[in-house]
Protein backbone atom coordinates (compact mmCIF):
# COMPACT_ATOMS: atom_id res chain seq x y z
CA UNK A 1 0.00 0.00 0.00
CA UNK A 2 1.23 3.65 -0.89
CA UNK A 3 2.01 5.11 1.77
CA UNK A 4 3.11 9.26 1.65
CA UNK A 5 4.44 10.66 4.97
CA UNK A 6 4.09 14.21 5.70
CA UNK A 7 6.32 15.77 8.22
CA UNK A 8 8.00 19.37 9.67
CA UNK A 9 4.27 21.32 10.44
CA UNK A 10 4.16 22.88 13.05
CA UNK A 11 3.61 26.38 15.09
CA UNK A 12 5.48 29.65 14.18
CA UNK A 13 5.48 33.02 14.07
CA UNK A 14 4.41 35.25 11.00
CA UNK A 15 7.30 36.02 9.20
CA UNK A 16 8.79 32.82 10.06
CA UNK A 17 9.62 29.92 8.31
CA UNK A 18 9.39 25.67 8.25
CA UNK A 19 10.31 23.18 5.83
CA UNK A 20 7.64 20.50 4.95
CA UNK A 21 8.81 17.45 4.08
CA UNK A 22 6.46 14.21 2.42
CA UNK A 23 8.33 10.42 1.94
CA UNK A 24 7.01 8.04 -0.03
CA UNK A 25 7.22 4.59 0.66
CA UNK A 26 6.93 3.13 -3.03
CA UNK A 27 8.49 4.84 -5.82
CA UNK A 28 9.21 7.74 -7.67
CA UNK A 29 6.13 9.68 -9.19
CA UNK A 30 6.43 11.97 -12.44
CA UNK A 31 4.12 14.45 -10.46
CA UNK A 32 4.29 15.64 -7.23
CA UNK A 33 2.90 18.21 -5.27
CA UNK A 34 1.29 20.63 -1.87
CA UNK A 35 -1.94 21.07 -1.40
CA UNK A 36 -3.54 22.66 2.10
CA UNK A 37 -6.55 23.01 3.68
CA UNK A 38 -7.42 25.99 5.96
CA UNK A 39 -10.73 25.32 8.52
CA UNK A 40 -13.73 26.20 6.70
CA UNK A 41 -12.22 26.43 3.14
CA UNK A 42 -12.10 23.66 0.35
CA UNK A 43 -8.61 22.49 -0.40
CA UNK A 44 -6.37 24.43 -2.55
CA UNK A 45 -3.19 23.85 -4.88
CA UNK A 46 -0.51 25.29 -3.17
CA UNK A 47 2.38 23.78 -5.65
CA UNK A 48 3.86 21.20 -7.77
CA UNK A 49 7.14 20.11 -9.25
CA UNK A 50 7.35 17.69 -12.79
CA UNK A 51 9.95 14.86 -11.50
CA UNK A 52 11.48 14.79 -14.98
CA UNK A 53 11.74 18.28 -15.94
CA UNK A 54 11.98 19.91 -12.28
CA UNK A 55 10.22 23.07 -13.46
CA UNK A 56 8.04 23.91 -10.36
CA UNK A 57 4.37 25.76 -10.43
CA UNK A 58 3.45 27.49 -7.59
CA UNK A 59 -0.24 29.38 -6.69
CA UNK A 60 -0.15 32.81 -7.01
CA UNK A 61 0.02 33.68 -3.18
CA UNK A 62 3.00 31.80 -2.48
CA UNK A 63 5.16 32.73 -5.42
CA UNK A 64 8.85 34.37 -4.25
CA UNK A 65 7.92 32.10 -0.66
CA UNK A 66 7.87 28.99 -1.14
CA UNK A 67 9.86 26.67 -3.37
CA UNK A 68 9.37 23.12 -3.83
CA UNK A 69 12.40 20.60 -4.03
CA UNK A 70 13.01 16.90 -4.43
CA UNK A 71 15.46 14.79 -3.23
CA UNK A 72 18.00 13.19 -5.52
CA UNK A 73 16.26 9.39 -5.39
CA UNK A 74 13.07 11.68 -6.08
CA UNK A 75 11.02 9.84 -2.96
CA UNK A 76 10.94 13.17 -0.62
CA UNK A 77 9.99 16.14 -1.74
CA UNK A 78 9.97 19.33 -0.10
CA UNK A 79 7.85 22.29 0.40
CA UNK A 80 10.34 25.35 2.19
CA UNK A 81 8.37 28.07 3.25
CA UNK A 82 9.07 31.51 4.12
CA UNK A 83 7.91 34.60 5.26
CA UNK A 84 4.93 33.03 6.65
CA UNK A 85 1.51 35.04 7.38
CA UNK A 86 -1.59 34.06 8.72
CA UNK A 87 -3.03 32.86 5.90
CA UNK A 88 -0.90 30.18 5.03
CA UNK A 89 -2.12 28.41 8.36
CA UNK A 90 -3.83 25.59 6.88
CA UNK A 91 -3.27 21.92 7.03
CA UNK A 92 -0.62 21.09 4.39
CA UNK A 93 -1.36 17.38 2.32
CA UNK A 94 1.23 16.03 -0.66
CA UNK A 95 0.14 14.32 -3.23
CA UNK A 96 1.66 12.07 -6.07
CA UNK A 97 0.16 11.35 -9.06
CA UNK A 98 1.28 8.31 -10.76
CA UNK A 99 1.46 9.36 -14.83
CA UNK A 100 2.47 12.51 -16.19
CA UNK A 101 -0.15 14.50 -16.92
CA UNK A 102 -0.41 18.41 -18.81
CA UNK A 103 1.18 21.17 -16.83
CA UNK A 104 -2.30 22.95 -16.90
CA UNK A 105 -3.23 20.29 -15.04
CA UNK A 106 -1.21 20.33 -11.76
CA UNK A 107 -3.19 22.20 -9.83
CA UNK A 108 -6.24 19.89 -9.76
CA UNK A 109 -6.69 17.74 -6.77
CA UNK A 110 -8.44 15.49 -8.81
CA UNK A 111 -5.73 14.62 -10.29
CA UNK A 112 -3.26 13.29 -7.89
CA UNK A 113 -4.11 9.27 -6.74
CA UNK A 114 -2.30 9.71 -3.25
CA UNK A 115 -2.49 11.45 -0.88
CA UNK A 116 -0.51 11.84 2.67
CA UNK A 117 -2.83 12.44 6.04
CA UNK A 118 -1.29 15.80 6.33
CA UNK A 119 0.65 18.15 8.71
CA UNK A 120 -0.73 21.39 10.20
CA UNK A 121 0.99 24.66 9.95
CA UNK A 122 -0.29 27.44 12.72
CA UNK A 123 1.21 30.77 11.81
CA UNK A 124 0.63 33.27 14.67
CA UNK A 125 0.91 37.08 14.16
Known amino acids: QVQLVESGGGPVQAGGFLRLSCVSSERQYPLLGWFRQAPGKEREFVAAIGRQSGYPLYRESVKGRFTISTDRAKTTWYLQMNNLNSEDTAVYYC????????????????????WGRGTQVTVSA
Open 95 to 114: AARAAAIVRSSWSDSNVYSY
